[in-house]
């Protein structure tokens, strides 16, 4: 069951900029975490940042950190993930993911997530 919805993924030249969209689903309660991950062919889930929609604390693994902003319009229900200087290497499919704040969510652990949405494509290339 889909339970987030991601978009604004697409084609972006080395150096460019995109911003991703992660629609909530409204869950009620604000006890819980919005992460985004990315997947590339043949790797590993990875883990990039959180926010909190509890108190709104974030956190970055250091592999985005100076590049990547993660952040939540509350009225909309969406969180956003901002990127810059975007490198060939970040071409994934870009994942957001619901968690519980009861777990270690800052450790990025995608097992630690419990909803996803399908993914939006992130091509970077020239």
């Known amino acids: 069951e889909t339970q987030l919805v991601e978009s604004g993924g697409g084609l972006v030249q080395p150096g460019g900029s995109l911003r991703l969209s992660c629609a909530e689903p409204?869950?009620?309660?604000?006890?819980?975490?919005i992460g985004w991950f990315r997947q590339a062919p043949g790797k590993k889930r990875e883990g990039l940042s959180c926010?909190?929609?509890?108190?709104?604390?974030?956190y970055y693994v250091d592999s985005v950190k100076g590049r990547f902003t993660i952040s939540r319009d509350d009225a909309k229900n969406t969180v956003y993930l901002t990127m810059n200087n975007l490198k060939p290497e970040d071409t994934a499919v870009y994942y957001c993911?619901?968690?519980?704040?009861?777990?270690?969510?800052?450790?990025?652990?995608?097992?630690?997530?419990?909803?996803w949405g399908p993914g939006t494509q992130v091509t970077v290339s020239s």
């Open positions: 993911a619901a968690g519980s704040i009861y777990t270690d969510y800052e450790k990025l652990i995608p097992s630690e997530y419990e909803f």
């Open positions: 409204g869950f009620g309660f604000t006890d819980y975490v």
């Open positions: 926010i909190s929609r509890s108190d709104g604390s974030t």
